[in-house]
């Protein structure tokens, strides 16, 4: 039966309704049957089967309508075939149908047959190529069901003269399509079904930027709940930000054609700033260093950029950024020299100290570097001077570094005696190896006496139950010839404490208890004084019984050892016996005794009190050198002694050499008493020999004028020097001069001696600020009593 009346029913909806192709920017229509002006094409099968209606609407707009109603006939099989719609790049397409169909209810007469549904079916195709398709069937394996399709609740209704309409609208999707395109087919079954329209049409996440990132049209993908992950692409000029997403930005487009989770972003390029979602180079004298800075910085300090887009800025003539400085820093320099370059000579020892430069170049990073050369030769031409000098090597030391000093001083150590040196000072930044030359500041020095450093090492060579026989290595640091080295030894157990003076680096100590622990330190002794002890090192000598083992031959080298050791002590001993002709009682109180052919004496070296002889010009003579008047060249008056005047002047020591002197005369028409009382200063005087005691040259007794000559010291008295000097020193040169003073009244004390009257009047400052103990006018041996007290004048 058809249905003729479904037909106006149809028109007039499609007229209603307007259902026109109006789709939103996420989906893209493949077909639509509302906008397409041309002849669409479908083919029915039977061909009294589906049958099309088009009419123009009252705006020239196409409605085609494809109905069937063969509700009264039984077994309907009429099938209805699209055209070739092209996929594109669409995976998964949608198909919407608005349609209206009738309930078999509302049809009188109708029989059981009467369907209120239709089927829905795609053939994959490659092309456009009508024959290529099979007929349809169910059965045809290429003609795949979509859907039965049926009328649902959510109908537009339409009242159409006393009836009224139900417009459905129904969307099925068609996922995972892999072929270029495909055919729809709707199949009837039954059913008065009239199809006002059919789009068929894609999602898509449309075109977007984001920040700089440009994502790309996108279909969605090929089902409901696939996400398509899209990456973006950078705008010009613009590039990845950070190492993730290792492929740069991207986004997700959902299956609604949305885009979702976007990860990463574009950033612009260093030398491009970011303007408005653009990347814009940066004008000259700006720059941009990072792809993450958000705009262009004018150059720093020192350096320029001359083009646009810079990504840095050149620096100007002499200016530099070191390896490690970013580039947005200002271009820096290298420092100027250090000031007021100081040194203080302290023995072997020298501290520098400096004033930092006046140009840090800009920069932080300043430290200091010093270099050192050892020069023979200080008096010739600049040419002679360097000539003569080379690296001090690697055995001197610098606390806290030679390199890379932080503050501005550094103590020097280990030098040679009386030796000159060219000490470097040069500041030092992050550029300073980019620029060439460097301003260092120089300072020349001369080292003086000093101590002999410590013995490091002492081995045990043998042992008997009697004897020990010690070796050990000469000091590091011997500064000058070595007279003597001390063994000090003390039985453990009792704590008894003895000495032995060896001329050797080797000793064997005899007259030891059999089984017992001793322990022994070692120091050696040069003209400048002994130097400081080693550590202690304890050796035992063999119980009685175990030395009944032992083997001969160690007595015999012990014997040997100790023949060898006393024959050059007792040679030295009767020829220091000689030049001192010490009285009986020192002798006595020295305890000077020979044991198993070894000279042993108890403690330190103590000083001799002149006084103590019978008469003191015979003291003068043991201890003090008589000097010839006419190498003494008095140049001027210096100031005035207790007993007549003191001045300063040459003293001629060979035919080459000379050295400043101060000299001490006894005014004429002196007592023999005052003569005797100012010669006692010289015979104490001259059993000193420390850098920190004023250092006898001689005396002149046989001359009209009686003189005692000393070393001069340039800078005079210590009060007169420090009140001339007031404020000029730093602490740390202070507290050199404290250490010296200290330093020589400790070799005063280590000698027996008490000096009464130390002030810094009585101290001499020499040209280096190193501090000597001098005026021993007053000095008196220590009184050993333990109620002896002494009172000094202020
Ligand atoms: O303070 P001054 O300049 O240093 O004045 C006194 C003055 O002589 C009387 O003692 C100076 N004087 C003493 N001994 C020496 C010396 N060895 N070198 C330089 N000046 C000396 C002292």
Not at 92 to 104: G, I, Q
Request: net charge neutral; aromatic share 6%; charged share 20%.
């Amino acid at each position: 039966m058809q249905c003729n009346h479904c037909c106006v029913v149809l028109l007039t909806l499609g007229a209603l309704l307007g259902v026109h192709g109006a789709t939103s920017p996420h989906e893209v229509d493949l077909l639509n049957t509302m906008t397409m002006k041309k002849d669409l094409g479908w083919r029915s099968y039977p061909a009294n089967g589906w049958e099309e209606i088009s009419e123009i609407d009252d705006h020239n707009r196409p409605i085609r309508t494809f109905q069937v109603c063969n509700v009264l006939a039984p077994a309907q099989n009429n099938w209805l075939l699209s055209g070739y719609i092209e996929r594109g790049s669409a995976r998964r397409l949608l198909v919407e149908l608005k349609f209206t169909l009738r309930d078999c209810a509302s049809i009188p007469g109708t029989p059981g047959t009467c369907k209120e549904t239709f089927n829905l079916y795609y053939v994959d195709a490659d092309g456009p190529d009508d024959d290529a398709v099979p007929l349809p069937s169910p059965n045809e394996p290429r003609f795949r069901k979509i859907d039965t399709v049926a009328a649902d609740e959510s109908f537009t209704q339409v009242d159409v003269g006393d009836r009224v309409l139900k417009l459905n609208t129904e969307v099925r999707d068609v996922g995972s399509l892999s072929h270029p395109g495909l055919y729809l087919a709707f199949q009837d079954v039954g059913a008065c079904v009239a199809l006002v329209a059919v789009r068929v049409f894609y999602k898509r996440c449309p075109a977007e930027a984001r920040g700089l990132a440009r994502f790309p049209e996108t279909p969605s993908g090929p089902d409901a709940s696939a996400l398509v992950g899209v990456p973006g692409k950078c705008a010009p000029h613009s590039q990845p930000e950070g190492p993730e997403p290792p492929g740069g930005p991207r986004m997700y487009c959902s299956a609604d054609g949305e885009w979702l989770v976007p990860i990463g972003k574009c950033v612009c390029a260093a030398g491009y700033e970011d303007i408005g979602g653009e990347c814009r180079a940066c004008r000259p004298g700006f720059f941009k260093v990072f792809n993450d800075e958000a705009t262009c910085k004018r150059c720093t300090a020192h350096s320029h950029a001359p083009h646009s887009a810079s990504a840095r800025c050149i620096c100007e003539r002499g200016h530099y950024r070191a390896s490690n400085d970013p580039p947005d820093v200002p271009c820096t320099r290298p420092p100027s020299a250090p000031r007021n370059l100081l040194s203080l000579v302290n023995g072997t020892s020298v501290w520098l100290e400096w004033a930092p430069p006046k140009d840090k170049g800009g920069r932080v990073d300043l430290s200091y570097s010093i270099s050192c050369l050892r020069c023979d030769d200080m008096s010739g031409t600049l040419l002679d001077v360097q000539r003569s000098c080379r690296p001090c090597g690697a055995g001197v030391r610098y606390w806290p570094t030679a390199n890379g000093l932080r503050e501005a001083a550094v103590l020097i150590s280990r030098l040679t005696a009386h030796t000159n040196y060219s000490f470097k000072v040069q500041a030092v930044n992050g550029v300073s190896s980019k620029a060439g030359l460097q301003a260092v500041t120089p300072v020349n020095i001369t080292t003086n006496q000093a101590a002999p450093s410590k013995i490091l090492k002492i081995k045990r060579e043998l042992n008997t139950k009697d004897c020990i026989v010690l070796a050990w290595l000469p000091p590091l640091q011997p500064n000058g010839e070595i007279l003597e080295y001390e063994v000090k030894y003390m039985e453990k157990l009792s704590g008894n404490e003895s000495v032995i003076l060896s001329r050797a680096a080797r000793v064997a100590v005899p007259g030891l208890q059999p089984g017992s622990a001793y322990l022994f330190q070692v120091r050696a002794r040069t003209t400048a004084g002994s130097g400081p002890y080693s550590h202690q090192v304890e050796f035992s000598t063999l119980s009685a019984s175990d030395a009944e083992l032992s083997p001969v031959s160690v007595v015999g080298v012990c014997i040997a050892i100790i023949t060898i050791s006393v024959v050059l002590f007792i040679g030295c001993f009767i020829l220091s016996r000689r030049h001192c002709g010490y009285s009986k009682a020192k002798q006595d109180e020295e305890k000077l005794q020979f044991q198993n052919g070894q000279v042993k004496a108890h403690g330190m070296k103590t000083y001799v009190d002149p006084h103590t002889y019978e008469d003191p010009a015979q003291a003068v003579k043991d201890f003090a050198k008589e000097i010839n008047p006419s190498s003494i060249k008095i140049e001027k008056v210096i100031g005035a002694g207790e007993f007549g005047e003191v001045c300063s002047g040459h003293l001629k020591l060979s035919r080459r050499r000379e050295i400043n002197v101060a000299i001490k005369t006894l005014k004429g028409g002196s007592t023999e008493r005052q003569r005797s009382d100012f010669l006692s200063e010289a015979s104490i005087m001259a059993q000193f020999d420390n850098p920190n005691i004023i250092h006898l040259e001689g005396v002149v007794t046989k001359s009209k004028l009686v003189m005692i000559v000393t070393e001069y010291m340039e800078n005079g008295s210590l009060d007169s020097f420090l009140r001339k000097r007031d404020g000029q020193f730093t602490v740390i040169q202070l507290v050199g001069m404290l250490r010296g003073i200290a330093a020589g009244m400790t070799y005063l004390s280590e000698m027996g001696f008490v000096h009464r009257d130390l002030a810094a009047r009585n101290i001499l400052v020499s040209s280096g600020l190193v501090c000597k103990v001098s005026d021993f006018g007053l000095s008196r041996v220590l009184d050993r009593r333990p109620e002896a007290a002494y009172t000094t004048l202020v």
